[in-house]
């Protein structure tokens, strides 16, 4: 199964000219969750080239501004474009007043909202995925988001099964599923022998805004991506302490304690350049990267490979773009 | 003066990947006014290599989302950057009640905001310029915005004055000012006397969200620019006429009907193509442009040409961009 982590808006607190405010859409197989939802976000996922997708859920890490802006328009584009399917929006503490006060701007939805708070603990489950919060260390309620994969059963030994007596067909089915199956002489054939050792699955956990903190590394441990926000260099420690963010050099530090795959800095200040948020972040940990807003990260099941960077916008240079006047979203 | 007219936001209701909602900035000597404030209409300042100046006034024109949801972030913003100089929002009856309703999003500024409702009327005067609300015909409360420049002095001629016994210095700058002066010899000149006819001044004219209407033709009596809505195409006239828009031939009627200098159509509904509005228009009004959004409008007093028009973004690929982290924005 297919699994995407966009970067839609990478900047902390305010706009710059080449990032917008916190976004990331993760994608897997054909469901589509966004993580923060900063001002401009919808036109984020226009000017990607992937478009107004209807999204799955929405999960925002905390309720400050930066994170939450892009909610409001995005929801009354749905409803313009008659939205139907009802949308979960998952959040700290405060996500229902939050919404509450939003709701004079948004007007009246074509379609449900459903609304969940949550400190710790599940937050869906998805096409053997689960996608949960845990608690986070910034100046207001703050979560983390991790999508967790369940494990994937070791490899079918086609081999081994024919065999043991069991005939191509439904059985092999059942074998891949972890059933136990008679064979057409009588015999019983056990999933574990016909299947190899389990296969690792795969996971993406995002900091949102927070120290450098356990919670992080507990739920990042072994994962395949952690996209942690590295608001500072270590040169402004004191000032990230007081914030309550991280400098690239502690999230790197983090990541490497909990053995990630692969490190990305997002949510970074206007003042810190990328470059030297890499520089920073590599010399504790190597398998990192700074992703500029519109680039997406492939992550293949790793037997497959490695995770690939790629620029959505040098994509959408080589393929034509729909041209103006080919929407379908009615108008106010 | 110079006088500059930035399309930052040229889209309706929803944005598109090359349009972002409603915003217009006008620039007239060091003064900078927005007309309405999309979602994202920091962000366009940031992209379009003007910057996040410290705009001198807000005019919403109506207080439909579209035209409003980009003011919560660029306030925080100014907020983040500790703006203190107040700023002035202006529009239409409902203003206050909007913005006590944002307030919860907006949180402390560190800036006075300084809100004033209107229905028509002198809003502001500044360096010898009017900004004035002039009523129109929307689905809420709505407003168009005429900027206005005082007549200027006819030119002042030299030869004259000097013939008239007037020595060169201080009683040239009187006679400008419009000022009777006495020569040395204890003549008395009067300003007419060495003041060519008095030139033409420039005004600049926003319809806002409305049908075409008599008070838009009014206002726009003459003007050396009108902003006016295009939502629909004339084969969608209805549409046009219940959702209280205009539609790209109607705006260049009421253009020819008001002898307007230059007409830019903007609020292109995402199903109308730039080349169609434009076609339709100009076959009815020839002094017709359908900016794109970072396309800038320089208006020249009309001795001095043509408005000549601008791709910021054009510019600016030419200019070296300020490197990231060169920024001075704290972070939240």
Redesign the interface.
Known sequence: MDLFVTFLGTA??????????SATLISRGGVRWLVDCG??A??QL??S?IG?IDLDAIFLTHL???HY??L??LL??YT?REREAPLGVFGPPGLEQLLR??R????RLSFDLEIAEASAGLLLEESGSRVEAFPTAHSIPSIGIALVEATRPGEFDVDAACGLGVPEGPLFGRLQRGEMVTTPAGDTVAPAQVLGPARPSRSVVLSGDTLPCEMTANAARGATLLVHEA??LDEDRERAAE?Q?STAGQAAELAAEAGVGLLALTH???????R?AEQEAAARFSAVVVPRDFEQLELPYPERGEPILTDLRARSRREP?P??????????
Chains 1, 2 share one sequence.
């Open positions: 902390a607190s305010v706009p710059t000219a080449g990032r917008s405010t001002e401009g919808q036109r226009l000017r080239g107004l400050h501004a930066d802006l892009g409001p328009g009354k584009s313009l006060t939003l004079p701007l948004i007007g608001t500072f914030t963010h970074l200040s206007s003042r810190v350049s990328p030297d773009v041209p103006e006047g080919a929407a379908t979203v009615p108008d106010e």
